[in-house]
């Protein structure tokens, strides 16, 4: 299976321009969610590559053949579809074995073929049944199950999951994952969900008004943001961002804000030396309030109890915050807390470029 | 009566004066008719004073040859026409179903044939098969060749008849066809592409078989419609040269006006109107049995 490269690609729409210069390395049997809001380019960017939609300029290169031109058949790839997107008049082993159909391979191979792969999904009782015959959950397998009867070099899904209810996504998602851990294959996943993005993707790949805010692992992509926009789209409760001041007291840099003062380690004292005494951006996760004795003086506002964890709508520095902690009995609304978060767990931005410092 | 009851009632009051005028503007003549098919009436007389003859009317039909003739012609032109129309209307779907600049334009005048009324249609075509001044023969003589006889020769006119049939509802059927194409869901389309379908497998497998249904009571309405076809042909050769396009509904006008046999004329449109019924129940059964796939397929869909 070959790497796919897109370099410089551009698409437009009469005199729209939705991509302007994508450039984006996809490893041999990588799973690659493209992840963003409604909008970003992200399925433009899928149905150019499958070839459903006409690449303006630049060049998708599967191996090293330049595909941009081709139709989708001559690219060797298989497509899940939002909307599952079976043929309706046929029945479920038909819709497996179109594609095989048409290239003419001997019924018995074909048969074969459907079979094993509808053992693997759970479909056999379902092979003589029309789409319209199953449920949600079972369609999408049969979607599945057409792409990878297909054994072609690299499977995409274009927003797979949306059209199923929260309890069976969660289920094909695990589902996902096993399969592309057992066929290792170029995978490349469209989806506005971070959490698919997060549990699926080798790499991540984080669009906005059709460029690429930052790619990488999902460890990366949370840990390190290279943007505000990155930070607040991964993770989940979103990133908690405040307006502070960078500034120096007794030789140790520190965020002040309207009514806090988190200390930075010193180890990035060097880099953050140049913005000393100037406005940024703090981002601080949830999940990096720490309840404790001599931290900040915060007041429940509201508490989502959710079992094991427990999200607190608090206020800092004149902005709500949202605050995630572990708990056993649920924290009341009205109660006032003491948190500590610490400096080598915050993220600091330029607030014009909103790029990560 | 309970207020319940009268709910019940209450469509059926609304629909009470549709009825009535239905029952005297169809049901009546309908009626009238079958009654005199079974008379030996002539114009001159009042209905009253026909003579009473059975089913004499229906078994002289049965063995009259120009009446054989004319069922023949029927369902050939039927036959002939519908299957031209719904190639074209369907190709011309096919092919005129894509965005390009312009194509909505092309659409409208493609449905223009449709909007003329029938008797004026008659008499375009009939001015362009004139045989010296029509515009067929002009060209054709123009360009060195010999007119062909569009209206006085047997086989050409029956052909000249169908040109201008379907060049009058090839357009009906595309419509239908184009309507039915463009709600055909778009991802399945895509998917065929993936999986590999050149255009040809793509309208062979997954268009025409998606857009069946619509086929089907395009083909029926089609169908029905051309069995009544009259007067295109009436005013183009008014059935001949000989009895070459007189179909049954010319028949039927000529039985009443020139032979003055009322009598054989209702016999006639009651056969006309049996095969109609055949055609308009068989439309009502398919659609019923559309509608009740849906509705199991539903119930599956609920239950799974």
Redesign the interface.
Known sequence: MPDIRLQNLRKDYGAVNVIENLNLDMADGEFTVLVGPSGCGKSTTLRMI???ESVTGGQIMIGDRDVSKL???ERD???V?????????MNVAKNMS??LR??RMNKADIETRVKEVAATLDLTAYLDR?P????GG?RQRVAMG?ALV?DAGTFLFDEPLSNLDAKLRGQMRAELALMSQRIKKNMIYVTHDQVEAMTLGDKIVVMKFGEIMQAGTPEELYRNPANKFVAGFIGSPTMNFLSAELIEEGGTLSAKGDGFAIPLPDARKSSLQAHKDRQIHLGIRPSSFAEGPGGLKMPVILSEYIGAQSVLISELGGERVAIEVNTVVPIRAGEEREFTVQGDEVHLFDPKTEIAL | MSIASTNRMTPYLFLAPAGLVLAFALFYPICYMIYASFLDWNPSQRIGEAEFVGLRNYFKLFSDDAFRESMGVTLKFAAVVVTIEMFLGVGLALLLDRNIRGMSVLRTLFILPMMIAPIVVGLMWRYMYHPTVGIFNKTLKSWGFDGIPWLSDGSWAFASVVIADVWQWTPFIFILSLAALQSLPASAIEASRIDGASGWQQILYIKLPLMLPVLIVTLLLRLIDSFKVLEVILVMTNGGPGLSTEILSLRINRTASEFRELGEAAAMSNLLLIVLLILTFTMFIYNKAQDARAARLRAVEEEV
């Open positions: 499958a070839g459903l139709e989708p058949k790839l298989a497509m579809f939002q909307d599952y997107a079976l043929y309706p008049h179109f594609a048409l290239a029309k319209a015959e199953l449920s079972q057409r297909r």
